[in-house]
């Protein structure tokens, strides 16, 4: 009984041993060829997945490292940028004549930038009498302080005369204490 199933011809067996000699060889060699050329396929397919994940990881590794460089830098620069406290010693008598030298004039923007050379920038309302004393005095009181860029403009409220962007350069002072005087 269990032989009359590989004797049967109309299961795939049965329809297997009808063929020629030459059909059955062709496809055995199909069957031989499919069979070892799957394992190939999947050793390829696994080749290449494993040359772009290489590939891949070796981007993300140059991206890192420029990524730290990048985060270096900029540490250096905020180290370089930050208020220290010689320079808020240096920025709080500053801020202290600018309000007790403005006097008529309207100071409607004063900001500090800090950077390699920190900077103060003033948008200033007023007459260009009280403009230039105010001016003259706070660079006298400080000479760290320089004058970089004075802008005037008629202003347009009836209440001024004068409009001015004032731009000051702080000079910082050296880190090497002056030398001694020897007796």
């Known amino acids: 009984m269990p032989w009359t199933i ?9 329809k297997w041993l009808k063929l020629s ?4 060889g062709c496809g055995l060699i199909l069957l031989a060829g499919a069979l070892l ?3 190939l396929f999947q050793g390829g397919s696994h080749y290449y997945l494993l040359q772009q994940t290489a590939q891949s990881n070796q981007q993300t590794q140059q991206n890192i490292v420029a990524k730290q460089q990048q985060l270096q830098q900029v540490k250096q620069q905020l180290e370089q940028h930050l208020l ?3 320079l808020a010693n240096q920025v709080a008598p500053i801020n202290q004549a600018i309000q007790q030298l403005s006097g008529a004039l309207q100071l409607e923007n004063q900001q500090w930038i800090f950077n390699q050379k920190p900077q103060l920038n003033l948008h200033i309302q007023g007459y260009f ?3 230039q ?3 003259t005095a706070l660079l006298a009181q400080h000479p760290t302080l320089h ?18 962007d004032v731009i000051f350069q702080l000079t910082l002072a050296t ?3 002056p030398p001694e005087n020897p007796q």
């Open 147 to 164: 004058l970089v860029s004075l802008q005037i403009q008629q202003a347009d409220q009836a209440e001024y005369s004068i409009e001015s």
């Open 175 to 177: 880190q090497n204490p």
């Open 133 to 135: 004393q105010f001016i």
């Open 21 to 24: 000699p030459r059909q059955q």
């Open 84 to 86: 220290t406290p010689e």
């Open 129 to 131: 009498q009280d403009l």
């Open 6 to 14: 590989l004797n049967n011809p109309d299961n795939l067996w049965g």
């Open 37 to 39: 050329y799957w394992p």
